[in-house]
């Protein structure tokens, strides 16, 4: 008879036990939100040459960690290198134009002040003319010499000012093709630039499809880049939509990789989808069809990832990871915007 009482005292205290162990599991999950349905997602900068031309070089192997500024390829130059010798020659003639344009202006310039002179000569002498001839002191052929001179001189100033304007407006067509040139020097040298295809952010070279000699064009993916750490790494999870009740933007995320169980990373949370997988979908589903049937949803939920934990870089896109959120630390407070007072509010 005891020992009856015994085993069902030892069966009594391992349901007891089991029924504790689950419930302080559905306790932990309820403020401990966790989901396996999360993998590591990042940024992938795709390389492309922005102009035509021929691979000279590839400077980059599959896999290989390469920081920002540095060559990855180059294209051969002698066609950007025959533009630029091209352009600079023309911006010389454009410039030496400019530079006669100027002569003959400053010409035009000495040539209407010396016929101004002239004219003011003229005149000078037309007035004591005209003194002299009312009183018959000269002879009426001087007098009309003098007049004759004045018509002359002024005519020749009128016509040395419009030689003058049109030089001027000669050295504005000048001006123009000059900065013109000079634009389209300043591209073919940007355009030689671009012979030289070099990484934009520090990561792994990752598609590596160019090779030595191949003829590519503009846009044409030869390779991507892609950093593993900073804020270009972070974490998809998707959580049930049952599951979001307690999620908050800047709760604290721990999370392990299948790759490396053992590893805790941290990271917080960053964002929460406007929308389900569904609703974004390029064919959303139908559920107005007569046969419908209740699934329950899942919203992406965006994690930034501590980069105290990933000094290593060890994380890699694609890596299915496990998630839990810690529901019961207060996420930070955000500063709230004073209201802005309206023109009919007093002080």
């Not at 009482?5 to 069966?11: D, K, P, R």
């Not at 999370?255 to 169980?261: E, V």
Request: hydrophobic residues 45%; contains cysteine.
């Amino acid at each position: 008879m005891a020992r009856r009482w015994i085993s069902l005292a030892v069966i009594l205290v391992i349901v007891l036990a089991i029924a504790f162990t689950l419930w302080r599991t559905w306790k932990h999950s309820e403020v401990h939100p966790n989901t396996e349905d999360a993998y590591v997602s990042g940024d992938v900068y795709s390389v492309s040459s922005r102009i035509p031309g021929t691979l000279l070089t590839v400077d980059v192997v599959e896999n290989q960690e390469i920081r920002q500024g540095e060559v990855i390829a180059t294209l051969d130059p002698r066609d950007a290198d025959a533009l630029v010798e091209e352009v600079e020659t023309a911006l010389g003639e454009a410039r030496a134009t400019l530079a006669t344009r100027r002569a003959d202006i400053e010409e035009k310039r000495a040539k209407s002040a010396a016929n101004a002179s002239r004219l003011d000569l003229a005149r000078t002498n037309l007035t004591r003319y005209t003194e002299l001839i009312r009183k018959n002191s000269i002879p009426r052929a001087r007098y009309d010499d003098a007049v004759a001179a004045e018509s002359v001189a002024a005519a020749d100033l009128e016509a040395s000012r419009k030689a003058l304007a049109a030089k001027e407006a000669e050295l504005g067509v000048a001006e123009q093709k000059v900065r013109v040139q000079e634009a389209h020097l300043k591209n073919a040298r940007l355009s030689r630039s671009y012979c030289t295809i070099t990484a934009i952010v520090d990561g792994s070279v990752s598609k590596l499809t160019a090779t030595e000699g191949q003829v590519v064009a503009p846009g044409q993916p030869l390779c991507a880049v892609v950093p593993l750490s900073g804020t270009h790494i972070w974490v998809e999870a998707n959580f049930k939509e049952t599951e979001l009740k307690r999620i908050r933007v800047g709760q604290p995320v721990t999370f392990r990789t299948d790759l490396n169980p053992d590893r805790v990373y941290t990271g917080r949370v960053e964002g929460i989808s406007a929308g389900t997988g569904a609703a974004f979908a390029l064919l959303p589903a139908e559920n107005a069809t007569g046969n419908w049937v209740k699934i329950v949803q899942r919203l992406p939920v965006r994690v930034a990832i501590d980069p105290a934990s990933n000094k290593d870089a060890s994380l890699r896109l694609g890596l299915s990871v496990h998630v839990e959120v810690d529901t019961l630390a207060s996420p930070p407070e955000t500063p709230v915007a004073a209201p802005a007072r309206t023109a009919a509010s007093t002080g």
